[in-house]
C-alpha cells in the first residue's frame, strides 16, 4: 500500500503519510470485523451470471440523447471468479 511505502522511505507516521496523499487515515487502520459469507458471495455470482447488467440503469437510456451506451462490466470480477 503507498501509505506504507511513503513510511518506510520517509520515516513518518501514519497520519503524515496518509496526509501526504489526501487519505484518511482511519480508512487506513480499518479492520473488517465481519466473518466470510460465503452463500451471499455465492447468490451474487449466481445473480451476475443469469442476469444482464443494470448497474448503469438500462441500456437505452441515453439513446433519445444520441449516446450510444455500451454494456457495463460490473459483475466481470464475480464472472471471473
Not at 500500500?1 to 496523499?21: F, H, P, Q, T, Y
Not at 479492520?31 to 441500456?59: D, T, V
Amino acid at each position: 500500500m503507498l501509505v506504507d511505502e511513503i513510511r518506510a522511505d520517509w520515516k513518518v507516521s501514519i497520519r503524515c503519510a496518509c496526509g501526504l496523499i489526501q487519505f484518511d487515515p482511519t480508512t487506513y487502520r480499518y479492520k473488517s470485523r465481519r466473518l466470510g459469507q460465503p452463500a451471499l458471495e455465492q447468490r451474487i455470482k449466481e445473480i451476475c451470471e443469469s442476469e444482464p447488467c443494470r448497474a448503469n440503469g438500462p441500456s437505452d437510456i441515453g439513446e433519445p440523447f444520441g449516446l450510444a451506451i455500451g454494456a457495463s462490466t460490473c459483475c466481470s470480477d464475480a464472472r471471473d471468479g
